[in-house]
Nanobody, 118 residues
Framework: QVELVESGGGLVQAGTSLRLSCATS???????LAWFRQAPGKEREFVAG????????YYANSVKGRFTISRDNAKNTVYLQMNSLKPEDTAVYYC????????????WGQGTQVTVSS
């Protein structure tokens, strides 16, 4: 059974950094992991993720150069390092997983709130 648990959210000032963690269980190496976010009144959007190989990384244009996705396989944890945060980064951040053969992310965490004040 796949389980994803996010942590690390909080209230920070613009220009500062925050690191989110996603503790995973039941996720084999054949799963693709990613981070999404949803701001109030907006649809959920892709933020960052790994490719099929597990080593390639992809980012939304809005976070490219500021956010970094990484993983620690020994700890079964995926991270999202967020630097130079902006008020428009305010959202609930979700960790998601899909089987490599799937095109849809089937597994989601409960989300962690990130609020960036100006």
């Amino acid at each position: 059974q796949v389980e994803l648990v996010e942590s690390g959210g909080g209230l920070v000032q613009a220009g500062t950094s925050l690191r989110l963690s996603c503790a995973t269980s039941g996720v084999s190496t054949y799963y693709v992991l990613a981070w999404f976010r949803q701001a109030p009144g907006k649809e959920r959007e892709f933020v960052a993720g790994f490719g099929q190989s597990g080593s390639d990384t992809y980012y939304a244009n809005s976070v490219k150069g500021r956010f970094t996705i990484s993983r620690d396989n020994a700890k079964n944890t995926v991270y999202l390092q967020m630097n130079s945060l902006k008020p428009e980064d305010t959202a609930v951040y979700y960790c998601a997983a899909r089987a490599a053969a799937s095109v849809k992310y089937d597994f989601w965490g409960q989300g962690t709130q990130v609020t960036v004040s100006s």
